[in-house]
């Protein structure tokens, strides 16, 4: 079993950026695709960004596409989201989420965080 703890979540303004991370515990994650997603208010859960197992390759949802970046440390079994330019439709809370078996967002997502609120104001 993989335990995924996201942190870094707040309160921000519109142009801000804000580095959340997500910790795995339990095991090792360096051989599974990590990923992000988000749920805003009364929309579903959507894929954000993810990385493979390697570190090599990167998934991105047009709508984050040079705003975000996402880094892992295997040394440290984490993965980090970087967000620049947030704007008030990126309010959400952020779910990390990890994949033995990767294929970018259409990966079979294997273990969930619970979340941590984002919320940019305007």
């Known amino acids: 079993q993989v335990q995924l703890v996201e942190s870094g979540g707040g309160l921000v303004q519109a142009g801000d950026s804000l580095r959340l991370s997500c910790a795995a515990s339990?095991?090792?994650?360096?051989?599974?695709?990590m990923g992000w997603f988000r749920q805003a208010p009364g929309k579903e859960r959507e894929f954000v960004i993810a990385i493979d197992w390697t570190g090599d390759y990167t998934s991105y949802a047009d709508s984050v596409k040079g705003r975000f970046t996402i880094a892992r440390d295997k040394a440290k079994n984490t993965v980090s989201l970087q967000m620049n330019s947030l704007k008030p439709e990126d309010t959400a809370v952020y779910y990390c989420a990890a994949a033995l078996y990767y294929s970018g967002q259409y990966s079979r997502w294997d273990y969930w965080g619970q979340g941590t609120q984002v919320t940019v104001s305007s």
């Open positions: 339990g095991r090792t994650v360096s051989s599974y695709g």
